[in-house]
């Protein structure tokens, strides 16, 4: 099944997703990866505001390549999220409510997710030229001077992704691999 | 002696260098059509057949196959009767990645201090360059640039002999199993066995660059690779993780001599963005 959310998102959505469910986002995601994740999360601790409102957002970890002339962006696949997961707290503190990447999430992000009601969506990664075609807008908002790492503002529709980790502790990848495992290790 | 210039291998590098960020190498395309029939999961077929698309519009719109353009990873074999002349060829490789990655709108992704301040060259450069003295006069260059979702999965081990196949077998497939969908399956495992604890990670390196099915023309490491390839795809993992029958396209396996008292292994976990191009000046 194959839902349609537009952000930012409520927990009223939240609470309805499961893992493994189709879904296709539409409306403002922000972009952020390691080192705007480690800036961000140190304004927090001296006080300061992150650069944009986390409520009910949601974060891409992407770092994309350089537009050619008259693209919005390059090629725009996830990275791989578990590297996040140190500084994820702070932000789901501040009303986050989804984030987007590949792999897996530990065990300390998968509890935090049913603490705060949040979700981890997965998307295809290394399929970037194709993800790029769901960008419809693309501009820096902070930390400029990252370059590709920079948080950039996209205005997404029909972006595919999965529900990975839901609030109620399902892992896709685990459920997956579950089902198709002939030997254990 | 036969003289090659630098401004020869300047171009040659960026060409080579956007070609293999733009199009995936047929033999591995093949590989995945072929994954698309094998593979037993419906999502797994559907992930097979985005990354099929992808690397077909990546190919027609020239850009990126993937967003991680990766470290720009050179092997130059460099013939012992050949001269290069018109400066310092370090210097010319990296030119050639830099104007690629400049001009080719690909991602620069290397940072100067690794631990500190990580702040980033800006052009993907300085590459990381393995040279090898070949026979003959020709310069022989291959570029295979290595995103860092699976280059950060790949791992190494110095086993005892007393480990024995049994040790070396169930290091790699729990480096597979860890790897998971981080390292963005369907994956191509290298795998060195022997020789040092440097000298296995080229090995491990060195056997992505051979075709997909190209088997290892020596017998054992090629049982080898037929054994690991049924029981990495038995571990459940299929395309991007989300469960399936395809975890890897291929294992390629390279073998050296070692130390008797030695085991070293390492594994190196190639994504499905299995890039690489080659010329021969």
């Known amino acids: 099944m194959e839902k349609r959310l537009f952000t930012p998102l409520t927990d009223q959505v939240i609470e309805e997703l499961r893992v493994g469910d189709k879904v296709l986002l539409n409306g403002y995601i922000y972009t952020a990866r390691d080192a705007a994740h480690k800036r961000m999360v140190e304004a927090i601790s001296n006080g300061d505001m992150p650069p944009f409102d986390m409520k009910g957002q949601v974060i891409y970890y992407v770092g994309p390549t350089p537009p050619k002339p008259g693209q919005v962006i390059g090629s725009a696949g996830p990275t791989t999220a578990i590297r996040m997961d140190k500084y994820v707290e702070p932000l789901l503190k501040l009303g986050l409510k989804g984030m987007i990447g590949k792999g897996y999430r530990s065990t300390q992000v998968k509890e935090l997710l049913k603490k705060y009601k949040a979700v981890y969506f997965a998307a295809v990664g290394g399929v970037a030229v194709l993800l790029a075609k769901s960008i419809k807008s693309s501009e820096v908002i902070a930390y400029e001077d990252l370059g590709t790492e920079a948080i950039r503002r996209l205005y997404v529709e029909d972006f595919p992704v999965i529900v990975a980790n839901d609030i109620y502790g399902g892992d896709v990848f685990e459920e997956g691999r579950r089902k198709f495992a002939r030997i254990e290790i | ?281």
């Open chain 2, 1 to 281: 002696m036969r003289e090659v210039h630098c401004d020869k291998i300047i171009k040659a590098v960026k060409e080579i260098a956007i070609k293999a960020n733009y199009e995936l190498p047929q033999d591995v395309v093949y590989a995945f059509q072929s994954a698309v029939e094998k593979e037993e999961s419906p999502i797994g077929k559907e992930v097979l057949k985005q990354i099929l698309l992808n690397a077909q519009t990546a190919k027609e719109e020239q850009m990126a196959y993937c967003q991680d353009t990766g470290v720009a990873v050179l092997f130059v074999e460099i013939g012992q009767d050949v001269h290069v002349v018109g400066g310092s060829l370090v210097d010319a490789l990296n030119e050639g990645i830099r104007q690629a990655y400049t001009e080719g709108y690909l991602r620069a992704s290397m940072v100067y201090d690794p631990v500190f301040e990580r702040k980033n060259t800006k052009d993907n450069t300085p590459a990381v360059i393995h040279f090898f003295i070949v026979p003959g006069d020709k310069i022989r260059i291959t570029f295979a640039p290595k995103g860092a979702g699976s280059e950060n999965t790949s791992r190494l081990a110095m086993l005892k002999p007393a480990d024995g196949w049994e040790g070396v077998k169930r290091f790699v497939l729990e480096t597979v199993k860890l790897a998971g969908p981080n390292a963005c399956p369907p994956l191509t495992v290298g795998v060195g066995i022997g020789g040092n604890f440097e000298y296995c990670a080229l090995l491990s390196k060195k056997a992505l660059l051979r075709k997909t099915g190209e088997r290892s023309k020596d017998p054992v490491a090629r049982r080898i690779e037929e054994e690991l390839i049924e029981d990495i795809n038995k571990l459940g993992l299929g395309p991007m993780g989300f469960g399936g029958t395809v975890t890897a396209v291929d294992v390629r396996v390279e073998l050296y001599p070692c130390h008797i008292a030695s085991l070293p292994v390492a594994v190196n976990v190639q994504c499905h963005a299995s890039r690489h191009a080659e010329v021969e000046l």
